[in-house]
């Protein structure tokens, strides 16, 4: 079975530069959460999706933004893009939104910008 | 607001010795809490939860973990540390809109 899979693996970028990061859930999940992961720190929350809506928003700024497709894969877009971007970024997809679903991670998108 | 503590930044063991990973949580409600393992540039693969019930909590690979409510402390067990292990551990809690708050994290070395 295939787990959660996030595209580009690595991507390099410049300030000011654009950037979007794709995930696809496991199949049959329905809720995709976004984290950013700084090095040496814990990931931190960004987005969560259930059924297309936006479930939750992290303390990150408007510049950073995504969607849910109704075939329940995700993008994150990040505008103007700062050197404290760089990162990895976690996708991780639930069966649901609530409490008792596990969230199951993908490898993750390493994001460098310089 | 909710917080996870990992008070540990490192520790080396020995192979074959014992293991236990401190995790402090600070959560107003019952806590759901959850232990992450993570090796060198791959994602974040669970280890165990803690939803109710039973306090002591078995998961993969071996791991056990204990949930101390007058502790606030949610700490992560393994009787016999093998090579493999050695890997970054992550403790979590969710919160009440379903989202994971992570401690900083532990990085395991294992001595041969």
């Known amino acids: 079975d295939a787990g959660v899979t996030q595209s580009p693996t690595h991507l390099i970028k410049t300030r000011g530069q654009h950037v979007t990061l794709r995930c696809s859930p496991i199949?049959?999940?329905?809720?995709v959460s976004w984290y950013q992961q700084v090095l040496g720190q814990g990931p931190q929350f960004i987005f969560q999706y259930y059924e297309k809506e936006e479930r939750g928003r992290g303390n990150f700024p408007d510049r950073f933004s995504a969607r849910q497709f109704p075939n329940y894969s995700s993008e994150l877009n990040v505008n103007a893009l700062l050197l404290g971007d760089s990162a990895l970024y976690l996708c991780?997809?639930?069966?649901?939104?609530?409490?008792?679903?596990?969230?199951?991670f993908g490898p993750g998108t390493r994001l460098t910008v310089l | 607001a909710q917080s996870v503590t990992q008070p540990d930044i490192h520790i080396t063991v020995s192979e074959g010795a014992s293991l236990e990973l401190r995790c402090n949580y600070s959560y107003g409600a019952t806590p759901y809490l959850f232990w992450y393992v993570q090796s060198p540039g791959q994602g974040l693969q669970l280890l165990l939860k803690?939803?109710?019930?039973?306090?002591l909590v078995q998961g993969i690979k071996g791991f056990e973990a204990e949930f101390k409510r007058s502790q606030s402390s949610f700490n992560l067990r393994k009787p016999s540390v093998h090579w493999s292990d050695a890997a970054e551990y992550f403790c979590?809690?969710?919160?009440?809109?379903?989202?994971?708050?992570f401690g900083s994290g532990t990085r395991l070395l294992v001595r041969p």
């Open positions: 803690y939803f109710s019930g039973d306090t």
């Open positions: 979590a809690v969710m919160d009440s809109s379903y989202k994971l708050i």
């Open positions: 991780a997809s639930s069966l649901g939104g609530g409490r008792h679903n596990e969230q199951f």
């Open positions: 199949s049959g999940h329905k809720s």
